[in-house]
């Protein structure tokens, strides 16, 4: 079992337009994001980092600013492969206000950067007033579990090339570039499929021009052609984000 790591606290208090930077705490009515500030804490999501185990009681949620954190889900023998990705369009620990304190799978930062945590308390208190926040939450939960379920489909039907597609452009949406820092290795662990595979596969994508890979360094140049290598998933994933949790307005 991996352990947890540490989180270095930032001491700045965080502003409305930090919070915001979390698509979901930006759809929020503007008094009810003021009434969360206070209780909002920024911290550091190193790569590599296990915000929770299979299991494990929830005793935060977050929201990624900056950072990408996967869902696993872990087998008995350790094995496991990625059923989710969340970044700065959602949140961490939806099985807390679902009806349970802990959750089936492993939650890891994939992408190195910044979210906001608050208390399991707070937010369940938040919840259970059955207003806008819960609406939010539920249509949020809804968008996920098409994630989840499509990530099922694609990685039964679909070949490695195609995951792989897909899996870059979900990284890329949540992201302010078009490089990543992954090694094959970690992606494979995503995928559930063997390093040789995605090795292979990344070697495909690099010689047809699209992608650049060195030294656990990804560097897509040119997304349109992996939106053309991808299958239908991505974009249906993206459309049901889309629907149900549209691009809140600048203020």
Known sequence: ??????????????????????????????????QWLPDLECIEMP??????????????????ISSIVSLLYVLADGGSAEIAVVGNEGLIGVSLFMGGQTTPSRAVVQSAGQALRLKAHFMMTEFNRAGDVMHLLLRYTQALLTQMSQTAVCNRHHSLDQQLCRWLLMSLDRLDSNELVMTQ?????????RREGVTEAAGRLQKAGLIQYRRGHITVHDRVGIEQRTCECYAVVKQEYKRLLPVPSAD
Do not use: C, D, Q, W
């Open 47 to 64: 790569l590599g980092a296990v915000l929770y185990e299979s299991g494990g009681h929830l005793s935060h949620v977050y929201f990624p």
């Open 1 to 34: 079992m991996r352990t947890v790591a540490f989180f270095s606290r930032k001491a700045s208090v965080v502003t409305a337009s930090h919070a915001r930077g979390n698509l979901l705490l930006a759809a929020l009515p503007e008094h009810e994001l003021a």
């Open 185 to 193: 290795e970690l992606i494979a662990n995503m995928l559930g499929v």
